[in-house]
């Protein structure tokens, strides 16, 4: 059992690695039950609030597949369907939904809303992404990490390239930190993690035995590593306007052959969390491709479409992961 009937998962380091780990391995049992056509219902009758104030094909998908495997019914509120942020507080949203619900997710901005809809529902609340974090991706990560090297995280290299001072580079830098990851952030100065994230990803290395690197050597960066990873150059909720700037800062850190080359590894894996710009065939795609005459974004075509890529089992691993973040939280498995 993860013992974690009743938590919040709002972010990485508020659980031990002991329980961080204890929702990987449930998620492993229960993708393993679903093949086997052996999966246990463990919240039927529960209700599920799915709030989403930014966009979403994955976190959504994986929310819903996952409370129906398990027999809860899902509700989803978006942006335009709710009364959330225009009309009514996130505290008084928080003690109505939580007289209904059984659990609720919520995406947006703030990393403080999403704590303050903890503090106040009486029930567990999910953090699907905020401007700070990331955690049910990790979770997915881990798992991913987990079956495609057979090694612990412990044992497990990985460098990430690109903008690291939005969710996703906090997100792997703190989760490396805690389980005792080999964790690289390789990215321009200006796009390390903030001052406090970095600390708290230090304190979390002490006790774990983590190695942390902070640099702008692509080279050095990506050394030895088992599995590189990137993010969007630009994220939800940022101006269309930054892409140019963005483009001339990170253009050196986009993940190609030549980086994969460069670790050395033969078997490195690719990591992105998606969606992804790599086709430019996307409409801000073809758009930049016109203005800057680039051929690759944060991945090329050819990295993202090679077999060093692993994204779609990321992909799906979202929905296992939920689905243990669920049932451990709501059921009490
Ligand atoms: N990776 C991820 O969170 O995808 P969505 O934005 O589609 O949910
Ligand atoms: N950093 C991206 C992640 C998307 C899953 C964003 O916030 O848009």
Redesign the pocket.
């Known amino acids: 059992a993860t013992q974690l009937e009743g938590r919040h998962f709002l972010k990485e380091l508020d659980f031990t690695a002991e329980e961080f780990r204890g929702l990987v391995d449930l998620a492993a049992e229960l993708k393993a039950a679903k093949r086997a056509g052996a999966e246990v219902q463990r919240l039927r009758g529960k209700n599920i609030a799915l709030i989403f104030e930014k966009?979403?094909?994955?976190?959504?998908c994986a929310f819903e597949v996952a409370a129906a495997d398990q027999g809860a019914s899902t509700t989803y509120l978006d942006p335009a369907a709710s009364q959330l942020g225009h009309k009514e507080s996130v505290k008084d949203t928080a003690r109505v939904l939580g007289r209904m619900f059984d659990g609720i997710e919520y995406r947006g901005e703030s990393q403080a809303a999403v704590e303050e809809l903890a503090a106040y529902a009486g029930v567990p609340v999910f953090n699907g992404?905020t401007d700070d974090w990331?955690p049910t991706?990790m979770l997915a990560d881990v798992l991913t990490m987990t079956e495609h090297t057979g090694k612990p995280p412990a044992s497990t290299a990985l460098a990430y390239l690109g903008d690291a001072r939005f969710n996703m580079g906090n997100s792997y830098l703190v989760t490396g930190a805690l389980l005792g990851m080999d964790v690289r952030i390789v990215a321009p100065r200006a796009y390390w993690p903030a001052d406090d994230v970095v600390a708290a990803a230090r304190r979390a290395a002490r006790a774990s035995g983590a190695a942390i690197t902070l640099t702008d050597d692509v080279a050095q960066g990506v050394a030895g590593a088992d599995f590189v990873a990137t993010d969007v150059w630009v994220s939800m909720g940022e101006p269309k306007e930054v892409w140019d700037e963005r483009i001339e800062n990170l253009a050196p850190y986009s993940v190609t052959m030549d980086v994969l080359r460069a670790t050395g590894n033969a078997d490195v894996r690719f990591l992105h969390?998606?969606?992804a710009f790599h086709d430019l065939g996307t409409l801000i795609g073809r758009e930049l491709h016109e203005r800057h005459g680039l051929t690759a974004l944060e991945v090329s075509d050819e990295v993202f479409e090679s077999a060093h890529s692993v994204v779609f089992d990321q992909a799906e691993n979202?929905m296992h992961t939920i689905k243990a973040v669920l049932v451990a939280t709501i059921a009490g498995v």
Do not use: A, V
């Not at 966009?55 to 959504?60: W, Y």
């Open positions: 966009t979403s094909t994955r976190t959504r992404l990331h991706q969390c998606l969606p979202r």
